[in-house]
């Protein structure tokens, strides 16, 4: 079962147990809008409302990076096909594409 939820809120979002077995919770100050994961399944992108990407260990279930993206709220993520490279899409009328690696 997928469950996504801000730990400040008691909402949580779930699937179909068949859909999946990972539980993810996000460490959001705010609503997260999106979520991605990478081509190799090992890590993950998720968006907030504030314009904060954070990229996810989903072997630690830790924060590798925590990136102030945007000035609003972040509604679309994507990983490049080699998962070294990300793009974010705001609502603050912006894409970024990001290296991961430098958080740039």
Known sequence: MLVACSPYSQTAYEQPAEA???VLRLGHFDDIKSVAFSPDGKTALSGDS??????WDLSTWRVIKSLD???YPVYSIAFSPEGKTALSGSWDHTTR???LESGE
Do not use: D, P
């Not at 504030?50 to 990229?55: E, P, R």
């Open 97 to 99: 594409v990001w290296n």
């Open 50 to 55: 504030w314009g904060t990407l954070k990229w």
């Open 20 to 22: 999946s077995k990972i």
């Open 69 to 71: 993206a945007h000035t």
